[in-house]
């Protein structure tokens, strides 16, 4: 009875939730709890068929040697948590693919950055773009301000509202820092139109961790636990991920579970500019007279004689 009592309440409109706490690590990270976990099912790096996002392009959401997540929006511009976000100098590798021992890439966190607004979302700069091959990912765009418990408000208009989202945390296994990755589910069906969680007031989009005998429920439920903020939340549309949310937070009230995340759409102005203020850098001028000298060089060399 608990779960359809609570569901209620975050429905309330211009409601400010308070019983809420940042996903921030005041110590060793916690794994996200999955229901029904398995390694091959949720861990990104058991590199399997299994796995709930196999056929997607992950290799654009990465974790800092410092513990923090990064999903790219550019291939050098990168989204986090502005309470739990990486350092200035941080080294990131990315993955191509979901084999630990395929290629990857290893990038450094610069000092051009910012927090968006007053929002939890925080901006970024790598050193250098990804190179080809590595994604980036779409964004929400669409504007959401309201949602009710009547099937009124933008959010339950918006294409989103009872999706099967992907759910990012840290892996229960013992991965190294850069491959601690599992990978949940949840139905987007929580709207806050404002909360207030540890100084941050803004709107926020989330889920209620539902139970295997309500109608809610998804395999794979995922709660998120401190060490998972910063990480993606992802909705497929058109076969493609669209990253919707950055994770933020989750209740702390014993009688329910839900998973908040800043919704990025209502950001996505400011993100943009981000990205166009900070383009992929063009070659240098060096580099573009080496690569005419060199093919000045293939241009001339003598064609070998017939027998």
Request: net charge negative; hydrophobic share 35%.
């Amino acid at each position: 009875m608990k779960r359809y009592l609570v569901k209620m309440l975050p429905l309330v409109h211009l409601c400010v939730w308070v019983s809420a706490c940042l996903l921030l690590a005041a110590g060793p990270s916690q794994a996200v709890l999955i229901d029904g976990f398995s390694s091959d099912s949720n861990d990104r790096f058991a590199n399997s068929s299994s796995f709930t996002a196999d056929g997607y392009d992950l290799s654009g959401v990465a974790l800092s040697n410092d513990s923090k997540w990064l999903t790219m929006v550019s291939p050098n511009v990168y989204l986090s948590a502005n309470h739990f976000k990486p350092g200035i100098g941080a080294s990131v590798t990315f993955y191509g693919s979901n084999d630990p021992l395929g290629g990857s890439v290893v990038r450094t966190v610069t000092n051009n950055r910012e927090r968006i607004l007053s929002s939890d979302l925080w901006i970024g700069t790598l050193d250098s773009p990804l190179p080809s091959g590595y994604g980036y990912y779409s964004f929400a765009t669409e504007d959401i301000t309201t949602g009710t418990g009547n099937g009124q408000g933008s959010f339950n208009a918006s294409p989103y509202a009872g999706e099967n989202a992907f759910i990012f945390g840290r892996s229960p296994n013992n991965f190294a820092i850069s491959k601690d990755m599992s990978v949940g589910r949840n139905r987007l069906d929580l709207w806050w139109d404002v909360v207030s969680v540890k100084g941050t007031v803004d709107s926020a989009i989330g889920s209620l961790v539902d139970e295997s005998d309500d109608p809610n429920y998804v395999q794979h439920e995922a709660y998120l636990q401190p060490g998972d903020s910063g990480g993606p939340m992802f909705v497929d549309i058109g076969g493609n991920l669209r990253l919707v949310g950055i994770n933020w937070f989750i209740d702390d009230d014993p009688a329910s579970d839900f998973n908040g995340q800043s919704y990025v759409g209502n950001y996505d102005g400011v993100i943009q500019e981000f990205i166009e203020a900070n383009p992929i850098p063009e070659p240098s001028a060096q580099a573009l007279l080496a690569s005419a000298l060199l093919l000045a060089a293939c241009g001339t060399r003598s064609r070998p004689s017939r027998m």
